[in-house]
DNA sequence: TGTACATCAGTGAACGCGCGTTCACTGATGTAC
DNA sequence: TGTACATCAGTGAACGCGCGTTCACTGATGTAC
């Protein structure tokens, strides 16, 4: 299972350190506010130790520098995704193992997954468009994998649909509430497992009715 | 069905009206603010019609006011519900006229609703804790009436409460999206009634294994 | 292989502006006697 | 009922500061021939 920070995995292109260096701070600065405030260009620069001009070489404002750090978040959390799927260990759980798979994705990557996680509830954006397809697409995901592993019966397709989307949904608070605190990861595991096997069984009941 | 501001139901009390207009004026620009950035005290005074340092008459920062406007909203909300639940027409589902009740709410309360809402899933803060707060007490009260109202058999209690927060935050969730499109308001409702229906057939299966 | 030139990443000074905060003030409302 | 005083809501000028943005610059890296 890979541990590796989103930044190798979806930007292995050689990127300029200025660039890089912005996007992480920024992450960081954004990612750890206690009450919301605009990020400020030149406390950004001066945070990452560089001439405040330097951000202009790489973006034009700080919503397109937001964008790009979303669609990195984004391409590292699908490529990781991917690859844990593909080695999904036979007999498990496998909403555990998925689960246990992101809460250290989340933690590899703490400051872009609680960025994404407040850009997503935030107000309509292109950033929060570009979240809400990636969930989309994660719930896509998740519906084909359990209907080849054959944990679904092949129920209502819209219904399962929505009631996975309500899965995502929570798993990812879940990943929110276990970077808060750590120590309750196996309690967090538990209540994971718990919803997605509340929710199939829930589909199941719903269309004998 | 009571559709008052919250304004008038939680702050019957005479208000200054300097108080009253920066409260509201913040609360729609927070609200409404496309891309995250700080409400400047000054622009909001000058939104406000209201000399820039009436604000110092009231409140000591913008945290301060934002607590009092949490307050003010977690006041109305409370009321309104208990309000709402003592006239529960007989012989309805019970989600459908709750979720009903709260999308008005919402529409009425459309800027007040938005803020609590980023914030509750936004960075940690007194305001946050707030709104989690209510939240709780509101799962306790919904978990009180199902049982009373004899729709759930008195299942294990701590499960039923945790996949009634979770139906508590995705019922949430879709008031925001019915505010973001209106017209999806009878969708919607469906999903909140099929969500709920889900959770508990879930809840009841799980007790059963 | 060497040379000339273009592109790129980063720097530093300078600008005008809106910001938060302070202070001293005004006039209206409430209260004590 | 009237008077004197305190409290309260709102005003306006003034401050120093950090901000975003511009411009002209430097030195390193890449590319054409």
Redesign the interface.
């Given at each position: 299972m890979s541990k590796k920070a989103i930044s190798d995995a979806a930007a292995p292109h050689r990127m300029a350190q200025g660039k890089r260096l912005l996007m992480d701070t920024a992450t960081r600065l954004l990612a750890?506010?206690?009450?919301?405030?605009?990020l400020a260009l030149r406390e950004l620069a001066r945070e990452a130790g560089l001439n405040h001009n330097t951000f202009y070489r790489h973006f034009s404002n700080l919503?397109e520098m937001?964008q790009t750090i979303v669609e990195e978040f984004i391409a590292g959390l699908r490529a990781g995704l991917t690859e844990s799927r593909q080695q999904l260990p036979p007999g498990q759980s496998v909403s555990r193992v998925v689960i246990g798979w992101l809460f250290d994705f989340a933690r590899e990557n703490s400051d872009p997954f609680i960025l994404a996680?407040?850009i997503w509830?935030?107000?309509?954006?292109d950033s929060r468009d570009l979240v809400q397809k990636a969930m989309d697409h994660l719930c896509e995901d998740m519906l084909r994998d359990l209907l080849a592993l054959g944990v679904l019966p092949p129920l209502n397709e819209a219904?399962l649909r929505?009631?996975l989307a309500?899965d995502v949904?929570?798993v990812f608070?879940l990943c929110i509430a276990y970077l808060?605190a750590p120590r309750s990861r196996a309690r967090l595991l538990d209540?994971g497992d718990?919803?997605l096997?509340?929710?199939?069984?829930?589909?199941?009941?719903?269309e004998g009715s």
């Open positions: 750890r506010q206690t009450l919301q405030s605009t919503e937001q996680y407040r509830h935030g107000p309509p954006s219904r929505r009631l309500i949904h929570q608070r808060e209540a718990e919803m096997k509340a929710l199939i069984a829930g589909a199941m009941a719903l």
